[in-house]
């Protein structure tokens, strides 16, 4: 316990040896300094100068008038700690942004006026993980082919919503006809927590991460001309775009079954209307569920009947407006 104490403390801005002494004193009690050092076989200055860092620090201080020291509340102390460790980043922030902007300037220049950054060939998957993890509140996304990994589940994605961050996605119908990356990748991520909507078509592939910065991929049509990602920093352009998610995510469908969907629908026809609701053809959905195109039929049907219309544009209003979706 003790040794994992002391490295809390270092991650908080105290030396090795200011840690050491903290922790006997919340072991041994008050203690003179004499006999600190003497407990941990050290020189008397060099705990006097450890105590005189704690006590600055509102960490340890007098018991009496017999020069016992002991801790005290570390309220305080740690506040402290924690400005000083912020103000220590914010510091390491800035001179790593003025580095990187002098790498730019003068040992890559890249076509960019400040408010975007283009990255290029290999580089983009590993850049596209490093942004994501920051993340702190919410992704918004529009997901279409291509992709820069395989058909496997979005680990990152995982993490991130375990630890409270928002995803709500738009897929294009594309990606849901793109064999194994429903069932690998959009089924599982749903299940962990992410909202999810479909449309025919996306306008751009696109992530916007805490409304911060963007990711904008090509289309596939351009994807065969050249590969490449754009990364936009706060702009008109950013909101621009965080517009153009919220118009789309207003007019896409829900891709999963809601709370509201009546209880006695079975599985397989929960899985149906999901399918049938991401635009899928008839033999793409058979084909999804294992099925017949006429045992599809006869479970479309046996919705229809539930919601009472006479065709499957009317099942998907009813769907919609009733809460199954």
Not at 18 to 31: I, Q
């Amino acid at each position: 316990m003790a040794g994992r104490l002391d490295a809390h403390l270092q991650r908080l801005g105290l030396s090795e040896r200011d840690a050491e002494v903290y922790t006997h004193l919340l072991a041994a009690g008050p203690c003179r300094p004499s006999e600190v050092a003497k407990s941990l076989e050290l020189k008397p200055r060099d705990v006097k100068a450890a105590l005189d860092r704690l006590s600055g620090l509102g960490l340890v201080g007098l018991t009496g008038t017999d020069g016992a020291i002991a801790p005290i509340s570390p309220v305080s102390g740690l506040d402290l700690l924690a400005r000083e460790r912020e103000s220590e980043l914010r510091q390491a922030q800035v001179a790593t942004t003025l580095a990187f902007d002098t790498f730019k300037r003068t040992v890559w220049p890249q076509p960019t006026d400040g408010l975007i950054e283009i990255v290029t060939g290999g580089e983009i998957r590993e850049r596209i993980r490093q942004i994501e993890a920051t993340a702190t509140t919410e992704i918004l996304r529009f997901d279409s082919p291509p992709y820069y990994t395989t058909a496997i589940p979005n680990d990152m994605e995982h993490v991130n919503l375990a630890r409270g961050v928002e995803y709500r996605v738009v897929y294009a119908k594309a990606a849901m006809e793109r064999p194994g990356y429903y069932e690998a990748n959009v089924q599982p991520c749903i299940a962990a927590g992410e909202q999810a909507r479909v449309l025919p078509s996306v306008p751009v592939k696109l992530s916007i991460v805490d409304q911060r910065l963007a990711l904008v991929s090509l289309s596939i049509q351009q994807a065969e001309v050249n590969r490449s990602l754009v990364i936009v920093y706060p702009s008109a352009l950013l909101s621009a775009l965080t517009g153009l998610f919220e118009i789309a995510w207003r007019a896409a469908l829900p891709m999963h079954v809601g709370e509201h969907s009546p209880s006695a629908l079975r599985p397989v026809e929960r899985q149906v209307l999901e399918l049938l609701a991401m635009g899928l053809t008839d033999e793409v959905i058979a084909d999804r569920l294992g099925v017949s195109r006429r045992t599809l039929t006869r479970h479309v049907e046996r919705l229809m009947s539930r919601a009472g219309v006479d065709g499957r544009f009317q099942l998907g209003l009813y769907a919609g407006r009733n809460g199954w979706l």
